[in-house]
């Protein structure tokens, strides 16, 4: 795809390539999906979808957290413990993306991989609704 070569090698011939040759290649396939705009692209959009899950995690676990606990009387430990909530919200925001399946992990990588052909259905379908 986008002129990137695709080859495939058995172990065989990986065996018979010098240690220079291997680093060669190793380094021309990091290259080839360096430039790949579109596996660049996908990856971005799930970073940012990790990034918002973990930030609502974040501030989910720190409202319970002080719903909860009486944060006046807990002195010293009221840092680890904000410390400790915002590890849980980031391990909440990993864990739904994790759980969320390939096809929506997917369908939510094509979304925002593609975001102005679906803003521009969006827009189409708003002014069609007569919004």
């Known amino acids: ?61 720190l409202m319970i957290f002080a719903r909860v606990v009486p944060t006046e009387r807990l002195g010293p430990l009221n840092i680890p413990l904000y410390l400790m909530a915002i590890g849980a919200g980031i391990g909440l925001g990993h864990g739904v993306w994790y759980v969320a399946g390939y096809a929506v992990r997917n369908a939510v990588r094509w979304v925002l991989g593609h975001w102005p052909v679906v803003l521009f259905i969006l827009a189409a379908l708003a002014r069609l609704s007569g919004g």
Request: charged share 30%.
């Open 1 to 61: 795809m986008f002129g990137l070569t695709e080859f495939y090698v058995n172990e065989d011939e990986l065996d018979q390539l010098s240690d220079v040759e291997l680093a060669r290649l190793e380094d021309r396939l990091r290259l080839e999906q360096e430039l790949d705009v579109r596996k660049q692209a996908q990856l971005t959009a799930g970073r940012v979808i990790v990034f918002l899950l973990s930030a609502l995690g974040i501030a989910l676990t």
